[in-house]
């Protein structure tokens, strides 16, 4: 298993930035695959980044593309993403989680933190 905690959301005005963390725990050589997921009231979650555990290679959202980055921190088991040029409709809760692989199997997300709320003021 993966325990996983996000922190560093809160209430920022419109063109801030704000940078989450997730710290990873547990059974973290099985991570392939970080991502980022954000789900605001009313609609379903929305793929935000995802970053390879060991390669490095990075995914983005289309709406976020060119104002998020992911990023990770192997050595700490942390995955972040710096939030920057803020839109109130960025507000939502944000979610990490884990995208596994154990051997040749490769698992969808399937380890999710409890979420942090970021909200966007205009």
């Known amino acids: 298993q993966v325990q996983l905690v996000e922190s560093g959301g809160g209430l920022v005005q419109a063109g801030g930035s704000l940078r989450l963390s997730c710290a990873a725990s547990?059974?973290?050589?099985?991570?392939?695959?970080m991502g980022w997921f954000r789900q605001a009231p009313g609609k379903e979650r929305e793929f935000i980044a995802q970053?390879?555990?060991?390669?490095?290679?990075?995914d983005y959202g289309n709406s976020v593309k060119g104002r998020f980055t992911i990023s990770k921190d192997n050595a700490k088991n942390t995955l972040y993403l710096q939030m920057n040029v803020l839109k109130p409709e960025d507000t939502g809760v944000y979610y990490c989680?884990?995208?596994?692989?154990?051997?040749?199997?490769?698992?969808?997300?399937?380890?999710w933190g409890q979420g942090t709320q970021v909200t966007v003021s205009s």
């Open positions: 970053i390879g555990w060991s390669t490095g290679n990075t």
């Open positions: 547990g059974r973290t050589f099985s991570i392939y695959y």
């Open positions: 989680a884990v995208r596994r692989m154990i051997g040749l199997t490769v698992y969808d997300y399937d380890y």
